[in-house]
Structures are given as structure tokens and as C-alpha cells.
């Protein structure tokens, strides 16, 4: 079975907001350890609770993309998510797929930009995507995902050629 595998670098966005939470995040907790705050599990609550964060958003966070001749595999921080190519009806690359888009829920930038969102071009969608510059939208007959592989046209093409020879959308 041929695999190919994209990176998903972190573009801008997912950088600065990821640097911000951080240092947020460490603020809170120095401020937690070196002021006495009373009573003690408050303390406790204000260093476990940013630690909490950071260990759920990297084990939810986008690793990379897994292209097969029968699914997309979205390697997260811990586990995958597998997208299967049957009933995919397109593959387009769109730079603007996630503009104006809502956050119903998930993660808008720290670490990765995932969760489920709505906007007026796409309706409601699923992100798995770390630089919406390079935005591929992938259209099912009742779903619609945004993933963001380092090589959009190689995916794409590579996409498209599996779904033609598996015979998709049937």
C-alpha cells in the first residue's frame, strides 16, 4: 500500500498564539508559587491547571498528515484521526477556506488550530490545521474538513490521483 506523509509546520498565527497562552500560562503559574496565596489548593489549582492545559493541547495538537490509497490520517499529539477517502467528493486547495470562520468548539492557536467551525463559504467544518496558507478542503457528502499539509498541491494531486483509481465518489 503506498503512504505518503506531509508535515504540518506551524504558520503565524498558530506560532503567536502559542507563544502568548505559554508565556500567559507561565505567568500564572509563577505568580501561583512565588505569592502567598491562601488557601493552599487554590495554589495548587494555579500551577496544576496551566500544566493540565498544555498536556491536553499537545496531545491534541496536529503532528502530520498520512495519505494512503484509502484514508487521510491526521497524526495528533496522541492518537490519529482517520479520514476516510470513500465518499470524498473534492480536494481543493483554498487559501481562504477558514476566513470569518465561527469556533463552535476546540482550539483556536494553541499548538494547532482544531475543533469543529462555521463561516459562509464552508458552512459548518472540521479544522485539523496548523497554517491556514495552506488550506486543503476536503468536501464529503455531509461533512466538510480543513487539514493543512506542507505541500498542498503535492497532496492534492496525489489525493486525487487515489481517488480516481479506487473508483471515489461512489
Not at 502568548?20 to 505567568?27: A, E, K, Q, W, Y
Request: glycine share 10%; with cysteine; charged share 20%.
Amino acid at each position: 500500500m503506498t503512504t505518503i506523509e506531509f508535515r504540518a509546520p506551524w504558520g503565524r498565527t498558530v506560532r503567536v498564539r502559542t507563544a502568548i497562552g505559554l508565556v500567559g500560562l507561565v505567568v500564572i503559574m509563577l505568580s501561583a508559587v512565588l505569592t502567598p496565596i491562601e488557601p493552599v489548593p487554590f495554589r495548587i489549582v494555579l500551577v496544576g491547571l496551566p500544566l493540565l492545559i498544555v498536556a491536553v493541547s499537545l496531545a491534541r495538537c496536529v503532528r502530520g498528515y498520512t495519505l494512503t490509497e484509502d484514508a487521510i490520517t491526521v497524526r495528533r499529539g496522541i492518537g490519529t484521526t482517520r479520514l476516510p477517502l470513500a465518499g470524498l467528493r473534492s480536494v481543493t486547495g483554498e487559501v481562504d477556506a477558514m476566513v470569518g470562520s465561527f469556533r463552535l468548539t476546540g482550539n483556536d492557536g494553541f499548538f494547532a488550530i482544531t475543533g469543529r467551525y462555521w463561516n459562509k463559504t464552508l458552512g459548518w467544518h472540521r479544522a485539523f490545521a496548523t497554517d491556514l496558507s495552506r488550506a486543503v478542503v476536503l468536501r464529503y457528502a455531509k461533512r466538510t474538513v480543513v487539514i493543512t499539509p506542507h505541500d498542498p498541491q503535492h497532496f492534492i494531486m496525489r489525493a486525487g490521483t487515489f481517488i480516481k483509481v479506487a473508483g471515489f465518489p461512489k
